[in-house]
C-alpha cells in the first residue's frame, strides 16, 4: 500500500506491481535507445549491469 497526502487529507492506494527485473531493462532500453544512441557494446552493457 503507498499513503499519499492530498489537499489536507491522507488516501491508501494499492502499491504498484513490481515489475520482473528482465521487464525493467527492457523498459529502460528502450527509453534509453529513444533519447541517446548507444553502440551495441553499451547496450549489452546495459543488459548486464555493467552500468556502461
Known sequence: MVF???E???L???AP???EPGV????????AR????LSTDELLALT???GG
Open 24 to 31: 525493467e531493462a527492457i523498459q529502460r532500453l528502450r527509453r
Open 34 to 37: 529513444l533519447c541517446t544512441r
Open 17 to 19: 506491481e513490481q515489475m
Open 48 to 50: 548486464r549491469g555493467d
Open 4 to 6: 499519499r497526502v492530498e
Open 12 to 14: 491508501l492506494e494499492k
Open 8 to 10: 489536507g487529507r491522507v
